[in-house]
């Protein structure tokens, strides 16, 4: 047991039904030209209704009104299985797409982080219907049998060659992944299993047959490898879902902006990377895309967290069209480094750490919102502070003088009227900012109110008007 | 209902169990002034809970009644956040109180949101102090602010309006501070009954 084959039987039909809020609506998928529409596949609810794979549009709308249809495009195929590739590359470093709606990849070099098989099986099992998609899981000694014994078995564990000969022995000539006017010559002669086949001489197999048929069962059962591709996950994520009605309110966003942040997270992990920012395209028909831009501080990629941003970023704006796509980019991918957490916390409740809060409270007030404070060395008391982004730790800070200065500074200054306060102490004058032509030349006092408040006020040296109130000692 | 017996003795007789009430057990969050703490029950500010600061206007010393608390939690390494200042804090002076500025954040916002921020970071339970100054808030703000407080386990400071004292609050502690002359009022305490005579309050100067 060493390769792992994940076949997706409906992969087209479970990434169109994966991006609707409602799995058990009827759907099918068309294709074909315009003038002769048939169906390509169908779901539960639509089979139910009475429509098969290969009726054509007119037979099935004849039968039934109430379904809905979509697109059976191939590139779409295709783009979900590099997505599912670069999910399954959290689990292993040789994933290949070599096979078309399945993925294989090795596995045995990936147990020692990941445990058992068994649990690793209910791990991806798990994982996959957390996506959306439906799918068989077989493990084989080699890659070949694996996507072979995946069209008969679900769950099969062979663990060695031997075991492999017996359950591959029993398929039948057509199931082999032979092309089939091979496997119809081997039933016309007489040849139902793979057993029969192997029974026959080697010689006259190669005499009968091209050597592509006999390369294919020397690898089906481990005897010569098979020269796999092997998936590189791309450095950005770009996943667009289209909305098949005109979206006019942020709710009926939320179901996609969830499947994209999900996806988004399942990327993420696949290449063990955070995002620190990604935009989300509104689509308009006839007008340009509407932009979100979402910036985090630090790298992340928790899906609930990126779905609660994101929300945050959505709700706020303003369209002036309905929307008709919906995309998520994200090109910066920094590495992810784990919070550090110490096991025996001073605060069992600390459920929700600084940087998330911060990150929510940002997504919410505005970017600017959350600073820290930082001392300037300044004389002036209006140059003396200064928020910060406080992302980063910052240095130790210089120990200023032990000058007393009112706790609360006001950002304008008020006048104080003649006889509303008592001068308690002072002057101590200020003046600085000679070199940036802001200069500053004040004499400060201590006052205090009729109340009983005490104020920093100064009057500019020179002057003789009212003390202007800069601050409260509170 | 025959004999009357003398409470005395059977007091004196060891025959019945008088309960003691057992003191609130000692708050780990001393105020810092030595007065202040002696006259709240449990030693200190409740522990998880709002307190509520009243005050007839600026400059009366409220920011010096809960500078030493900051300055021991920012040394602790706690965050101490404030939500939405009146003015804005002078670096130097927090400094000269002892308070680590790296510990503290401020979060600007409005009236609305700023109720919703404190009792997200109250919630979090990754503050050490949360500080709000509340300007309309009614008791089901309040309510909410003291049940954030006591979910996340963090103290929460309230400053409003001495005019609010005669309305109820849910608030566990709450002081007023007088200018003149200046002293401390404990209006309410949990766990305790409140003191009616006022705590001599000097301001720093």
Not at chain 2, 52 to 58: R, T
Not at chain 2, 91 to 109: E, K, Y
Request: charged residues 20%; aromatic residues 8%.
């Amino acid at each position: 047991m060493r390769w792992v084959c994940i076949l997706f039987p409906q992969l087209a039909l479970d990434a169109a039904l994966r991006q609707r809020a409602d799995a058990e609506e009827p759907l099918v998928l068309l294709t074909g030209p315009a003038q002769r529409r048939v169906l390509q596949a169908v779901n539960d609810p639509a089979r139910a209704l009475g429509l098969r794979a290969g009726q054509s549009m007119s037979a099935a709308q004849a039968l039934s009104k109430g379904f809905a249809t979509a697109e059976y495009d191939l590139a779409e195929i295709e783009r979900w299985q590099q997505f599912l590739a670069a999910w399954a590359y959290g689990f292993s470093a040789q994933v290949s797409v070599h096979y078309p709606r399945a993925v294989v990849f090795e596995i045995e070099s990936s147990l020692g982080l990941f445990g058992s098989w068994a649990q690793l099986e209910v791990r991806l099992r798990r994982e996959l219907d957390g996506l959306g998609f439906r799918h068989r899981i077989v493990a084989a000694p080699n890659p070949v049998a694996a996507r072979v014994l995946a069209n008969a078995y679900d769950g099969l564990v062979v663990p060695d060659d031997e075991a492999l000969k017996e359950y591959l022995g029993q398929l039948p000539v057509d199931r082999i992944g032979l092309p089939p006017q091979v496997a119809t010559a081997l039933s016309r002669m007489g040849l139902r299993t793979l057993n029969q086949v192997q029974a026959l001489p080697r010689n006259s197999l190669a005499r009968r047959f091209e050597a592509p048929v006999l390369k294919h069962l020397d690898a089906l059962l481990g005897l010569r490898q098979l020269a796999l591709a092997f998936y590189l996950p791309p450095d950005r994520f770009d996943v667009r879902i289209e909305l098949n009605f005109d979206v006019q309110s942020h709710q009926a966003l939320l179901f996609p902006l969830r499947r994209l942040t999900g996806d988004l997270s399942a990327f993420l992990c696949g290449r063990d990377s955070g995002v620190q920012r990604f935009d989300l395209h509104l689509e308009h028909a006839g007008l340009p895309d509407t932009l979100i831009k979402v910036g985090l501080l630090s790298a992340e990629r928790d899906p609930a967290m990126l779905f609660e941003l994101a929300r945050g970023r959505l709700e706020q704006v303003q369209v002036e069209a309905p929307v008709r796509g919906f995309r998520l980019r994200a090109e910066d991918l920094p590495t992810f480094v784990p919070q550090y957490q110490e096991l025996f916390d001073d605060r069992p409740q600390q459920s929700l750490p600084w940087e998330q809060l911060r990150e929510r409270l940002r997504a919410r007030l505005g970017d600017d919102a959350v600073h820290g404070l930082r001392f300037q060395a300044d004389h002036r008391p209006e140059c003396t502070w200064q928020g910060r982004g406080d992302s980063q730790p910052g240095e130790p800070e210089r120990t200023p003088g032990a000058a007393k200065r009112p706790g609360w500074l006001l950002t304008e200054p008020l006048a104080v009227h003649q006889g509303s306060a008592r001068i308690l102490m002072g002057p101590e004058r200020i003046e600085s900012g000679w070199w940036d032509g802001d200069d500053v030349r004040r004499d400060y006092y201590l006052i205090e109110t009729r109340a009983g408040q005490q104020g920093w006020a100064y009057r500019a040296v020179g002057e003789d008007g009212p003390l202007w109130l800069q601050g409260w000692f509170a | 209902m025959g004999a009357v017996v003398a409470l005395d003795t059977l007091f004196n007789g060891g025959q019945v169990w008088k309960g003691r009430p057992a003191p609130p057990a000692a708050s780990p969050q001393p105020t810092g002034h030595a007065a202040l703490d002696a006259a709240l029950p449990t030693g200190g500010w409740p522990e998880a809970a709002l307190t509520e600061i009243l005050l007839a206007g600026q400059g009366v010393g409220e920011l010096q009644l809960v500078w030493p608390t900051l300055a021991r939690l920012a040394a602790a390494g706690e965050r101490i956040v404030l939500v939405a200042p009146p003015y804005v804090p002078y670096p130097q002076a927090w400094q000269n109180a002892g308070v680590d500025l790296r510990q503290l954040s401020i979060i600007q916002a409005g009236e609305r949101d700023a109720l919703w921020a404190a009792e997200q970071c109250l919630r979090s339970g990754s503050c050490g102090a949360v500080l709000c100054w509340p300007h309309k808030a009614d008791d089901r703000a309040l309510r909410r602010l003291q049940v954030a407080a006591e979910t996340g386990q963090t103290l929460a400071f309230a400053w409003r309006s001495l005019s609010e004292a005669v309305n109820p609050s849910p608030a566990a502690l709450r002081i007023a501070i007088d200018a003149r002359p200046a002293q401390l009022r404990v209006l309410k305490c949990r766990g305790g009954l409140a003191r009616a005579t006022p705590i001599a309050f000097p301001v720093g100067h």
